[in-house]
């Protein structure tokens, strides 16, 4: 019953949204006697809303979502810098960590008159077609990119890159300089630039800057990024304070 519950639940992914009861099933691959009897459960247990005919993602998922202790603690470590990081470039900032060949947000902090992005707090994107995720498979086990490597590659936009020796290329870049860039191939007219957070050795997490692609200037975000990273890095090395 637990398998089909999830089931439910895993058809709001990526992007949430809203669906009738019918939609429900198909997406679940459920009877629709079934998915009637559960979803009613899930609306009264606060895990989904019914509004209308149409059923969405309940409160009671957002704030056991929000007490997942790896990620808040991650977040709430990362949030100064990254608010220093948006106050030094007054652009897109993202916090974001590796989920198999995702990249999942953790945090998004942007101004009134930000790029238009695909991204979003608890959303995902290839790991592939993103600075963050480059930023995090350019340090993660070459396994991990082989394994990529050797499928084919996603494609978000006309500029995701494809061709698995060019992704290499840009891994091993990445790899020489600490910094990955993305350059519309997650969005059209956005480019961005990230960094590796580390902890015991281990990249798992990193930040970045997104930008419209005409005022793209890698070499004056660099050092703001890479500072942001380095000192969330450093935090994260410190033992953390027991929780009262």
Do not use: N, W
């Not at 247990?45 to 309940?58: A, K, Q, V």
């Not at 059209?188 to 005022?215: D, H, K, M, N, Y």
């Amino acid at each position: 019953m637990l398998d089909k519950v999830v089931l439910i639940l895993d058809s709001y992914r990526p992007d949430g949204g809203s669906f009738r009861l019918t939609e429900l099933a198909s997406r679940a691959g459920l009877s629709k006697t079934t998915t009637f009897r559960l979803v009613g459960d899930l609306v009264r247990l606060g895990l989904l809303e019914r509004e209308g005919d149409r059923y969405r993602l309940g409160g009671t998922l957002f704030e056991l979502g929000s007490l997942v202790p790896r990620r808040q603690d991650l977040r709430e470590a990362a949030l100064p810098f990254l608010q220093d990081l948006f106050e030094s470039t007054r652009h897109t900032v993202h916090l974001g960590i590796r989920d198999d060949r995702d990249v999942v947000y953790l945090e998004r902090i942007h101004g009134h008159d930000a790029v238009l992005l695909p991204s979003r707090i608890g959303g995902r994107l290839p790991l592939t077609c993103t600075a963050i995720g480059k930023a995090l498979l350019a340090f993660s086990a070459p396994e991990l990119a082989d394994e990529i490597l050797a499928d084919p590659l996603p494609r978000l936009t006309r500029f995701s890159i494809t061709d698995p020796l060019r992704l290499r290329t840009a891994l091993e870049q990445a790899q020489v300089s600490g910094l990955a860039y993305e350059e519309q191939e997650a969005a059209l007219g956005a480019s961005c630039i990230a960094a590796p957070v580390f902890a015991g050795g281990t990249a798992v997490a990193a930040l970045s800057v997104a930008v419209p692609r005409e005022q793209f200037r890698p070499a004056h975000l660099a050092p703001a990024v890479r500072t942001a990273a380095l000192g969330l890095s450093r935090t994260l090395r410190q033992p953390a304070e027991p929780r009262r």
